[in-house]
């Protein structure tokens, strides 16, 4: 490490280049990760916040909770091993009852209908007080929402219902969209029309399911949840994506940082010659080489984490911007690792320098 | 007198496609405690490939070289590493200088791969014999030509080997210069109880050389 540090604070400009291109596309990385991880949150968030195992949909609905109905008498017939609990869901457009007109306070939300004391009730549910009361995610404050608001809920066919936020919960988010949750009876008057109609989207199990085949009258198929986030719509694709380009990205930082120490290595072949004369051991110049490269990609990933923290800070309002420690951790290690993979070739360039060759001999 | 460093017998041939060229014949060399040996002769000849089988660079097609009494052409490379590590002192035309590290820094690094202590007092006694004691701070692009061979000769010296091999230590300097590092080669060589080994083409340096070999076409032949 020492001739690597010397040779660093000797050469700052060249070496400083160099950071500043890894500092750039780590910043990318951490930027794509922190992006990716926001976004895929804010697809998950409502889900993951049940705590579940599983989820039960009609066979007809083809993955699709909103295309999904189940009969109350099919409730009752499901055994688990553990609780269940019925999860009506719909898609809604709200908008504020009390804006002015010149006032855009429309926005796309998830209706959420669920029982009194149910496990997937988050815990501000308990405080609702009124009849057609509701609680909504946080992030629609961004659009101007507040506690006591009536907001107007549109039917499909036209109709219209009034409800009062009395709550906000946090983290709870379907396909980026806020969840409003409610009483069964709001859902249902909502998306059938009826308080009265015993039909719901799905069951949500927090356990393991048993005799799901005979012991209903439609055909059911249970997910895990992991499975059944799969198949939201557009949920792989996004995260295949993302996973795709960081990947890349990592290895093109290990290419080019391998070929940068190569190239270095290189011009510096006729003064590791004469080390190797002098007896210094090609163990101890290749070990100066994996430190530089270790030293260099250090620096580079720790602007690049505090730039992405940084940019974080300003952006969480506008993006679904989101930290993981345990992600930045996983793609440090990976950073380091094909960085000193690229380095090995130097390693390899060192080995075979003929001392001989190299004093001119 | 104890003999340091000893070629018996050695020869080293070439292939060059199918003709064999035979670029040092029956060679027998020593050279003892306190004695600077110049190697001379034209370009070609034989000087290189003479130092580089002494200095373990090569191995010799017939014979053996001894450093201390030991067998050392027949070691391994890495054995052979280590006792040039030890054991010998190397000085290039060029300098042999790192370009990153100071002028005591240069010296140091033996220690930290050694993990050997620090004689400071040694240290500061060869700086201040080489006349370089005042450039400790300074890099080797901070210095001219003359100080740079001073360095490269503390360097060479700095963790006592038995040997010291100097190619053509004077190449890059002035005359006044080059005089000025034989004389100090000569005056550490003593000093110190050393061999040293000078390849040069320079034959006004022989003045100052205790041994003088010539070599010409591989045949080598003592001339004082």
Request: aromatic share 10%; charged share 20%; hydrophobic share 45%.
């Amino acid at each position: 490490m020492y001739l690597a540090w010397k040779e660093l604070k000797q050469s700052k400009g060249k070496f400083a280049l160099i950071i500043v291109l890894v500092t750039l596309i780590s910043y990318l990385v951490y930027f794509l990760t922190s992006l990716a991880y926001g976004l895929a949150s804010s697809y998950t968030n409502g889900i993951n916040k049940w705590q579940a195992d599983n989820i039960i949909l009609n066979y007809d609905a083809n993955d699709n909770v909103m295309m999904s109905y189940l009969a109350d008498a099919e409730y009752d017939r499901v055994e688990v091993d553990g609780q269940k609990a019925k999860l009506g869901f719909f898609p809604a457009i709200i908008s504020l009852d009390n804006a002015p007109a010149d006032v855009d306070t429309r926005e796309a939300i998830y209706v959420f209908g669920i029982e009194d004391n149910s496990f997937i009730a988050p815990d501000q549910f308990a405080d609702i007080t009124l009849s057609n009361g509701v609680v909504i995610d946080e992030s629609i404050k961004d659009a101007g929402y507040k506690l006591g608001d009536t907001i107007i809920i549109t039917r499909t066919n036209g109709d219209t219902l009034e409800w009062v936020i009395e709550g906000f919960t946090t983290k709870t988010t379907y396909q980026t969209a806020p969840i409003i949750y409610t009483s069964m009876d709001n859902y249902r008057l909502y998306a059938f029309g009826n308080a009265a109609v015993p039909v719901f989207s799905a069951i949500v199990v927090k356990g393991s399911v048993n005799n799901l085949a005979n012991a209903t009258s439609s055909i059911l198929v249970s997910y895990t949840i992991p499975d059944f986030i799969n198949t939201l719509p557009g949920y792989t694709a996004q995260v295949l994506t993302f996973s795709l380009m960081i990947g890349f990205l990592i290895l093109i930082v290990a290419f080019v940082l391998g070929i940068f120490i190569y190239v270095l290595t290189l011009q510096k072949i006729n003064m590791f010659g004469v080390m190797k004369a002098q007896g210094i051991a090609s163990s101890y110049i290749a070990k100066s080489v994996i430190w530089q490269t270790i030293i260099l990609v250090f620096f580079g990933m720790i602007i690049g984490l505090a730039l992405t923290i940084v940019s974080g800070i300003f952006l969480a309002a506008v993006a679904p911007f989101a930290f993981n420690v345990l992600f930045y951790f996983g793609i440090s290690v990976a950073f380091i690792a094909f960085a000193l993979i690229g380095g090995l070739f130097s390693v390899r360039a060192v080995t075979k320098i003929d001392p001989l060759k190299a004093m001119g001999a | 007198m104890k003999t340091l460093i000893e070629m018996k017998n050695v020869t080293k041939d070439f292939l060059n496609g199918e003709e064999v060229i035979h670029a040092l014949k029956l060679t027998n060399f020593s050279a003892g405690e306190g004695e600077l040996v110049a190697i001379i002769g034209p370009s070609g000849s034989g000087k290189s490939t003479f130092l580089t089988i002494l200095g373990g660079l090569q191995r010799p097609t017939t014979g053996q070289v001894l450093i201390d009494g030991k067998p050392f052409s027949q070691l391994s490379d890495k054995q052979k590493t280590k006792v040039r590590f030890n054991k010998i002192g190397f000085i290039l035309q060029q300098s042999n200088l790192i370009p990153f590290l100071n002028v005591k820094e240069q010296m140091l690094l033996h220690n930290r791969i050694s993990k050997k202590r620090i004689d400071k007092a040694w240290l500061d006694d060869l700086l201040l014999s080489v006349d370089v004691k005042r450039f400790e701070k300074k890099y080797p692009n901070e210095l001219s030509g003359g100080e740079r061979q001073r360095v490269a000769i503390a360097k060479a010296l700095y963790h006592n080997p038995s040997v010291v091999f100097a190619d053509e230590p004077t190449a890059s300097l002035d005359t006044k210069r080059a005089f000025a590092v034989v004389e100090l080669l000569k005056s550490e060589t003593k000093r110190q109880k050393k061999a040293t080994i000078m390849v040069t083409h320079d034959e006004r340096l022989v003045d100052y050389c205790d041994k003088v070999y010539v070599i010409v076409d591989g045949v080598m032949t003592q001339k004082k």
